[in-house]
């Protein structure tokens, strides 16, 4: 056995029975606790997630809405452009809806919203207002896959009303569907 000498092994004692004081010592491992729940808590959030949580309004843009009416004056047509799309996303993960300054969804007048209608000849997409459903036409306008086309850069969206629906604060909301939640506001004129 080595003999340690008396001096050094009382200063270790002294220094050994110091320590951090009972309430300090509390508010660390509260501290320590709370950071702990709240790093763990984001991990387990962030796993939660399942599919149909990617935000509609970053995976698709669209341009400023110009509006037409017919020379009767029985037909008002808004026109969009995409500007940006998700690849692969298909236009049976939209719905259009209209929404009034109040929040309220406008009902009469919205007839259709038609894809590429007007610039490039033929009709891609139809979309019924009252139906809140999708018809894909003519495979030749674009690829189709799973009865719908899919959405691509450049591809004209034109909304029909049987109502003049400019200069009221309405916006035309476009929501998402399947693998896309939530919803985008794009302002009518």
Sequence with gaps: MTNIPRKRTSRWRKKGSRGVSPIIATILLVAITVVLAAVLYILISGLTKGPGNTPIGSAISLGKVAEQTNTAGTQWNYTTTIQTATSGMTWSNILFQVQAPSGQLVTTGPTKVVV????????????????????????????TTGGSALVQSGDTVQFQSSVNLNSQGNSLVIVGQGSYSGSSLLPLP
């Design 116 to 143: 590429n209608g007007l610039v490039q000849g033929c009709v891609l997409a139809t979309f019924t207002f009252s139906t809140q459903a999708w018809t894909a036409t003519g495979a030749t306008c674009a690829v």
